[in-house]
């Protein structure tokens, strides 16, 4: 990571006037911003140059932001934030198949795209020495779904995170499949035993590919599931 005062913001944007206040006020917060307006110019850009983070706008000529993305998550974990006016459009954008990292919605003030940028590095910054008091060597971020490991991340969907949420917020607690099932559906749906077990298999299967050979959720025989920290000594 960077020093504040050499991080480099691309700002993928099309509206002139929206884009050279986005500089303006990347300048003056102490980063070093860079604009593109044609999006099929991204990509190869940020090959070449590796951002700290993108500012990225959905609707572009040449090449779609939503499409970007996807190309961008091939070969880099930079962080992006989405620029959009679609606000139908969230749950995709951090629903997690893109890997998108925050969003904005259309119209919003510099002030608070600035302010959204710093908390995103902030996290960044925080999951590259992520071992808590505990020794856990696992972070959770809610507000991208992504759970961290060193350098490394998973998505989750968001029943896949509230689940591991739910099992990772008490340590060695064992919860009981109705407990986890009114965690994760509050809206008083009516979904079976298998359900929970499925998530977790699903889970296990994510977690297994960012910690290989460790066992993180724990099954306990006519009980539930528990949650067992993993630590730096222990990886």
């Not at 296990?204 to 630590?231: N, Q, T």
Request: proline content about 5%.
């Amino acid at each position: 990571m960077n020093d504040v005062n050499s991080q480099r913001i691309l700002v993928v944007e099309d509206e002139s006037k929206l884009l050279q206040l986005l500089q303006d006020y990347l300048a003056d917060a102490g980063f070093t911003p860079f604009a593109l307006r044609d999006g099929k110019k991204v990509v190869p850009w940020v090959r070449e140059h590796k951002p700290d983070l993108i500012l990225l706008d959905i609707m572009l000529p040449g090449q779609d932001g939503l499409e970007i993305c996807r190309a961008i998550r091939s070969f880099s974990e930079v962080p992006i934030i989405f620029i959009t006016a679609r606000v139908e459009e969230i749950d995709r954008l951090l629903g997690l198949e893109l890997g998108g990292d925050d969003y904005i919605c259309k119209p919003f003030s510099p002030r608070e795209a600035i302010a959204r940028i710093k908390a995103v590095l902030r996290r960044l910054a925080a999951a590259e020495h992520p071992a808590s008091s505990s020794g856990d060597i696992m972070s959770l971020d809610p507000n991208s779904h992504r759970v961290w490991a060193g350098e490394r991340s998973v998505v989750l969907t968001t029943v896949e995170f509230k689940l591991l949420e739910s099992l990772y917020r008490e340590p060695g607690r064992i919860y009981s499949r109705a407990y986890l099932m009114d965690r994760i559906y509050q809206d008083s749906r009516i979904v079976s035993d298998r359900t929970i077990d499925s998530h977790i298999k699903k889970l296990r299967k994510k977690l297994a590919a960012l910690i290989p050979d460790m066992e993180i959720i724990h099954s306990v025989y006519g009980a539930g599931y528990r949650y067992e920290p993993v630590s730096s000594a222990g990886n």
